[in-house]
Structure formats: C-alpha cells, structure tokens
C-alpha cells in the first residue's frame, strides 16, 4: 500500500482558514484568535500557524496589523480567493514549471532591490531575529525550511508593495514546498544561512543592485532541482 505524502501543518492551517472564509463561517471583518488559542484548537507548531497566517495575509484574505487583532480582510470574497488560487490548481507542465520558477527568480531580486531601498529600522529588526533563530534551528531542517521561506516573505514585505508581495505570495505558495527540501540536508542548510547573511547584509547596506544579484543568484542554484522534481511534492 503507497504511503500518502505528508501535508505540511502550514498548508492545513492554509486551506482549513480558506474553506472557512468560502463556506460563510468567517465573514468580511470578523476576528482570528489568538495565535495560542489557534494552536490548541489546530494541534500545530507556532512556526507552522504563522506560516499559514503569512500566506493568508500576503494575499490580501486576513489583515494582521502588530499589536492588533488579526481579522479576516474586508475586501476578502469568494470570487477574490478563486482568482488568487487559479493559478495553483492548473496541472503545469516541466516548462511552465520552469518558467514559473524563473518568474520567481526575477521577481525576488527586484524585491531584494526595493527592499534595499526602503527597509525601515522594524525590518531589519525582523530580518535580524529571523537569521538569529535560523542559526539557532539549523539542526532542525522542518524548522529551518519555514524560516528560510519567512526571510524571502520578509524581504517581500519590507520592498513596501503591496501588489508585487501578493505576487510574490502565489508563487511562494507553488514553489514552498520544494524549496523546503533542500533544507533537510545539513550542508545545504549553511550555505542557505550563509547566503542570507549575506543577502541581509547588503539590504541593511542599502547596496541595491548587490542585493538584487545576491538574491537572484541565492534562487537560480535550486531551479533544475525544482523543475525536475517538482511533481514529487503534489
């Protein structure tokens, strides 16, 4: 009997949050629990529920503002959440696959740029405890695979751009899962941490064009693992 692939908790949180807006048990405006409650209720780790949470925020079906109540968006409609999940249902095909990551890589690098740009001093402070916990996790590769994809979610957010974030957000959710393997291997997990201090570094230099290279180059060494195994992890 073949084993069922193993759903990641941040991919449950995801669509358990998504099924409840659709089906009208959450409305327009309504308030999250809190995260402790939520974790209780749901049986998963506090790295995993913010995970989900992330990717709800970033495209646009949750606000959560620090040190607020985190409520489903006002703007949040059925028709809104399958324009944002269309593009993850089409069964892709390698060169799409590949053209998918290619846009990813593209898109990372402007956003590196911009975040190099405008990051604010709260940004950096988020950039900085990431690594700290990453270097603190790097024994643990289910840990240090959901700080790796929170870095690249901070970067998104400190570029300052709503839409390009939302963007960022849907290509993260196709590509997340394979991008956390590599963070199983041990050697693969320092040169990730490595390759973000170095990214973080030239964002907290405001070297905009450094930043943007660094960022793109990070990505381009996972693409041939990504489109040759991509059907492994659907």
């Known amino acids: 009997m073949t084993e069922e692939p193993r759903v990641p908790a941040s991919e449950v949180i995801f669509h358990y949050f998504v099924d409840k807006i659709k089906s009208g048990e959450l409305h327009p405006g309504d308030p999250l629990p809190s995260e402790r409650t939520l974790q209780k209720q749901l049986g998963v780790s506090r790295f995993s529920l913010r995970e989900g949470l992330a990717r709800l925020n970033a495209i646009g079906a949750i606000d959560t503002q620090h040190g607020k109540t985190t409520r489903v968006s006002q703007q949040v409609s059925l028709d809104s959440l399958k324009n944002v999940f269309l593009p993850l249902q089409a069964k892709l095909d390698p060169q799409v696959r590949s053209d998918l990551f290619e846009a990813r890589v593209v898109l990372e690098g402007e956003l590196a740029c911009l975040a190099a740009e405008r990051r604010t001093a ?30 690249h979610k901070l970067i998104a957010e400190a570029a300052g751009n709503r839409f390009l974030n939302q963007m960022h957000a849907v290509l993260r959710d196709q590509l997340g899962p394979v991008m956390k393997r590599h963070t199983q291997a041990a050697e693969q997990r320092l040169v990730i941490l490595q390759n973000h201090e170095d990214l973080f570094q030239a964002i907290e230099e405001r070297k905009l064009e450094e930043a943007k290279q660094m960022s793109r180059d990070h990505l381009s060494i996972f693409k041939s693992h990504y489109v040759q195994n991509h059907d492994q992890d659907h």
């Open 122 to 151: 709260e940004d950096l402070k988020n950039l900085r405890e990431n690594l700290k916990q990453a270097e603190d996790s790097i024994d643990d590769g289910e840990i240090f695979g959901s700080l790796d994809l929170e870095f």
